[in-house]
Nanobody, 124 residues
């Protein structure tokens, strides 16, 4: 059984930075692409970023491009999301997810397993 546990969320002022981590246990971590999604109150869960199984390809939502960086450490079974220049509109619960394939796309249906989420709040 695959388990994903996010950490690193918190309260930060606009312009600040946070680094989210997602530790994965069970399954074969290095075989699957990983993604980050977020959900703000009253809104649908949306794609933020994904990284392929080997870490060679990344993809970002336009809203975070140039500010967020996704990375992974296959030796530690962990995926990261470095978030810089944070804005109040980045406030949301952030979820990591394991893709169904090595190169998942941005659709939620392309991910099988999800973490419980970590809250990120950006104050203005």
């Amino acid at each position: 059984q695959v388990q994903l546990v996010e950490s690193g969320g918190g309260l930060v002022q606009a312009g600040g930075s946070l680094r989210l981590s997602c530790a994965v246990s069970g399954g074969t971590f290095r075989s699957y692409g990983m993604g980050w999604f977020r959900q703000a109150p009253g809104k649908e869960r949306e794609f933020v970023a994904r990284i392929t199984s080997g870490g060679g390809l990344t993809r970002y939502a336009d809203s975070v491009k140039g500010r967020f960086t996704i990375s992974r450490d296959n030796a530690r079974n962990t995926v990261y999301l470095q978030m810089n220049s944070l804005k109040p509109e980045d406030t949301a619960v952030y979820y990591c997810a394991r893709g169904r394939t090595a190169i998942p796309g941005p659709g939620r249906y392309e991910y099988d397993d999800w973490g419980q989420g970590t809250q990120v709040t950006v104050s203005s």
